[in-house]
């Protein structure tokens, strides 16, 4: 089992940054891929982008120039930094995980428990 930890969600200002960590823990993801989703309030859950084990990404188009995602195998740790951020990019954001070296939105078994961000305008 893998247990995924997010970190570091708060409130930052229209235009503003945030870095959000994922720690994992239970036994080593170096070959997992990692990924973020956020949720909105009355939206569903989307993707947000991918990272492989090799640090090879993919991210949805809404974010792109903005995000970047990273990894540290050594230290079972990836990071999603939120550049230029929108009060449209507010929402719970999940790191996710899966047994799996292909990237994309579908098949995450991982889940973490979520951390808020919120975008003042």
């Known amino acids: 089992q893998v247990q995924l930890a997010e970190s570091g969600g708060g409130l930052v200002q229209d235009g503003g940054s945030l870095r959000l960590s994922c720690a994992a823990s239970?036994?080593?993801?170096?070959?997992?891929?990692m990924a973020w989703f956020r949720q909105a309030p009355g939206k569903e859950r989307e993707f947000v982008g991918a990272?492989?084990?090799?640090?090879?990404?993919q991210y949805a188009d809404f974010v792109k120039g903005r995000f970047t995602l990273s990894r540290d195998n050594a230290k079972n740790t990836a990071w999603l930094q939120m550049n230029t951020l929108k009060p449209e990019d507010t929402a719970v954001y999940y790191c996710?995980?899966?047994?799996?070296?292909?990237?994309?939105?579908?098949?995450?078994?991982?889940w973490g428990q979520g951390t808020q961000v919120t975008v003042s305008s």
């Open positions: 996710a995980a899966k047994d799996s070296i292909l990237l994309g939105s579908r098949n995450y078994n991982y």
């Open positions: 239970g036994r080593v993801v170096t070959r997992c891929t």
């Open positions: 990272i492989g084990w090799n640090k090879n990404t």
